[in-house]
């Protein structure tokens, strides 16, 4: 169910202060489930220890080729041959350098050049350091050979000055690193699939709106574990607090009438469409050009007005994997099915949000997924996991349709 699972990770780390920042990603990755053999360069052991990868890995973290060669011979073509993905974090300016030139003056680019496995290098290095033209065409070649390179980012640096040239932050790398696994072996390579996620936000005036307490995290969700099968995602988002998800086309709408127009054109192309955000039912009939002044008045009337049935009209596309959400505070599985024979879609995932941990806001959800040819009740899960299973029942209605 998660792509990272089991998978084997070689953590490259250079000698930069954010090396400190690499022994968490370390522990992160082997939460979820990695085997993370770590790589320092000795200019890495200035600012951390072997010992502390170790104790987050429960694995042996490597330095000197000479020492581990000792050990086990040819131990970098070991690495390299056993490796799903190489992740090199932080990449110093240095190592960058090695790495695009093939130098293989330590252990960590050794195994580079012996592996066969998705290289992802994350930069870590004075702004002005990153930006020189040398290390730039360095990053130009690595990019050329296929390596992803994450970052860096905006943000306060060593010297503390503020400025391009910070590490990417963990999940921005944990990303990217399902991105690649999931673009080398997932089973959705080649699909294309469309997530919405949000609240719409109807104007009242130009600081009021109409909306719900939709969080986007069941969407985001959603859409993350689409991304990590390999699948290329576009992510149609009303307003929320959410990061983009890395390598995820993120849209961004606010009314319900954007999200139709956006929708309908993601949709052109696509294999499936999970409809995940909460679309308003009804809007201001006029928004108010102004701020509407309390003034003296004791109460205003709204004239509201229908918005359009997205999910209904995606009907137009005949060969498109139609999932709706139904947010439910009673009578969950009629109304489900209600929802799933008026719409004509492939399947409804309901949940009662009333329920504890299944309610708008949480990061976990409860739900029962209903098809044409019954309904699978999930226990408590996080949403990453009802995504999952989601995704189960679409990719079999792929293969039943026979879509290419």
């Known amino acids: ?44 052991t200035r600012f951390v220890t072997p010992l502390s990868f170790t104790s987050v890995t429960l694995r042996p973290a490597y330095v000197d080729m000479f020492e581990a060669s000792l050990r086990e011979p040819e131990v970098h073509v070991r690495l390299g041959r056993e490796a799903d993905v190489v992740v090199v974090a932080p990449a110093t300016a240095s190592l960058l350098a090695r790495l695009a030139l093939g130098i293989a003056q330590e252990l960590i680019s050794l195994t580079v050049l012996c592996t066969r496995a998705p290289l992802v290098v994350c930069p870590a290095m004075d702004s002005h350091m990153w930006e020189h033209p040398t290390t730039q065409g360095h990053v130009r070649t690595l990019q050329e050979r296929g390596a992803v390179v994450v970052g860096p980012e905006v943000g306060r640096l060593a010297s503390g000055q503020v400025g391009m040239g910070r590490l990417a932050e963990r999940e921005t790398i944990i990303g990217a690193v399902r991105y690649v696994l999931g673009q080398r072996y997932g089973d959705l390579i080649g ?30 969700a959603v859409a993350e574990a689409a991304r990590d099968r390999g699948a290329q995602v576009t992510l149609v988002t009303a307003p929320t607090a959410l990061p983009d998800p890395y390598g995820v086309q993120v849209v961004r709408v606010c009314t319900a009438l954007e999200m139709r127009e956006a929708v309908m054109e993601a949709c052109r192309g696509a294999h499936a469409l999970i409809m ?129």
């Open 276 to 404: 995940a955000a909460a679309v308003a039912d009804f809007r201001p009939a006029q928004a108010a050009p102004a701020k509407i002044k309390r003034g003296e008045r004791e109460a205003i009337t709204l004239e509201l007005v229908r918005n359009p049935d997205i999910l209904a009209e995606t009907a137009s596309f005949p060969h498109l994997v139609r999932v709706g959400f139904a947010a439910e505070t009673e009578d969950l599985l009629a109304n489900a099915h209600r929802k799933l024979v008026e719409r004509r879609l492939d399947l409804v995932v309901a949940n009662d949000v009333t329920a504890p941990g299944s309610g708008f806001g949480t990061d976990t959800n409860k739900v029962v997924i209903v098809g044409r040819h019954g309904a699978q009740e999930l226990p408590l899960m996080s949403k990453y996991e009802v995504g999952c299973h989601v995704l189960d029942h679409v990719a079999r209605i792929l293969a039943e349709k026979g879509e290419p």
């Open 191 to 220: 699909r294309r699939i469309v997530v919405t996620a949000g609240g719409t936000q109807e104007p009242i005036d130009p600081v009021r709106y109409i909306s719900n307490h939709s969080s986007g995290k069941m969407g985001y």
């Open 1 to 44: 169910m998660y792509n990272l699972e089991r998978r084997r990770v070689v953590l490259g780390v250079g000698g930069s202060v954010a090396a400190y920042k690499a022994v968490d990603l370390a522990s992160q990755l082997t939460r979820l489930g990695a085997q993370v053999d770590a790589v320092l360069t000795k200019a890495a």
